[in-house]
């Protein structure tokens, strides 16, 4: 807190592919940095999408910020290692500018010359508020609205296992403060791209269920006749994930230069991130990823026989009873 306190010049960076938490939270400091009559600049090497671009203050992120700005503190904000500014930071900042980390990570390495981590928290949202607070600055109004687009994206709208009472709690009082709940279900949660519906559409439609294994794909020429490219989330991992019959999903997308994404799920006591170990990838028990080689058939086989593996060995059979 001393570091931003010190600091009239704070850069704060989010994630590529930024989500509702990153943009959220930086958001929600920036707005308290500026209430405070501070200076602060927001980066994002990627543009935000349309279910974030009307949050207050998102018109001022930059893409791209050169050597010299003029900073005098880096915040880097909802990532494990600094490899996730995607390239916004420069190394020759690491003697010049102090860095701030803010994140909820579990494999967090506290790369920051001060770490504010909270490892198992919902989301960045919650330290983010602690900070907000920290600063004499009320979590309330816009300031409250972004911080709610954190816990209700990352908690995929209060039904992922990190949505404790105190994460309720907070919703609470969020919304007590002024912030806009149902705002933002409308235009964050409930607001799916046209596009996205459409492949989301195809995707199901190629879905296919077989010993508690359900997987679809989408090959190149669907995405291009969809106008998807390969920089575009489908978010297609977590709309597979409820699937009733299934222990473990995955979708399978075809990359423009032939290898192919993969995107796992599993319930409780069935673990994916073995899978994708094996296969070059990484991630949680739950939720796992990976990128292989084409062709599409080829990947396909291969990953669902790995998968067949770990649906015949539950981890923690305790924990799959539902
Ligand atoms: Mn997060």
């Given at each position: 807190m001393t570091l931003l306190r010190k600091s009239d010049r704070p850069l704060l960076i989010a994630h590529p592919r930024p989500d509702g938490d990153a943009i959220g939270s930086t958001l929600a400091l920036r707005l308290a940095l500026v209430a405070v009559g501070k200076h602060p600049l927001v980066a994002c090497v990627d543009p935000l999408p349309a279910n974030l671009a009307?949050?207050?203050?998102?018109?001022?992120?930059?893409?791209e910020v050169p050597e010299d700005v003029d900073i005098d503190l880096v915040v880097a904000i909802d990532m494990s290692d600094l490899k996730r500014t995607g390239g916004i930071y420069r190394e020759s900042w690491r003697e010049r500018y102090p860095l701030l980390v803010i994140d909820h990570h579990e494999t967090n390495a506290a790369f920051g010359d001060v770490n504010l981590i909270l490892p198992h928290a919902a989301a960045t949202a919650m330290p983010m508020t602690d900070v907000i607070v920290g600063l004499g600055v009320a979590a309330q109004d816009e300031i409250a609205t972004c911080l709610l687009v954190g816990l209700l994206t990352d908690t995929r709208g209060l039904r992922t296992e990190t949505t404790t009472p105190e994460v309720l709690r907070a919703v609470g009082e969020l919304i007590e403060s002024g912030g806009d709940y149902h705002g933002v279900m409308q235009r964050t949660l409930d607001f799916v791209p046209y596009r996205t519906m459409r492949a989301w559409g195809v995707a199901l439609d190629r879905l296919r269920l077989e010993d508690s294994m359900a997987w679809t794909t989408l090959s190149r020429s669907l995405k291009e006749e969809l106008q998807i490219d390969d920089h575009y989330d489908l978010d297609l991992g977590n709309l597979l994930s409820r699937v009733a019959e299934a222990q473990v999903t995955a979708a399978f997308i075809e990359m423009r230069d032939g290898t192919i994404k993969v995107s796992m799920r599993s319930r409780p006591g069935y673990n994916v991130a073995t899978v994708a170990d094996a296969l070059g990838g990484g991630g949680h028990k739950a939720a796992a990823g990976c990128t292989v080689d084409g062709p599409l058939e080829t990947a396909v086989n291969r990953v669902l026989n790995l998968l067949r593996e770990v649906v015949r060995e539950p981890v923690d059979p305790v924990t799959s009873v539902p």
């Open positions: 009307y949050l207050p203050g998102a018109d001022s992120f930059l893409q």
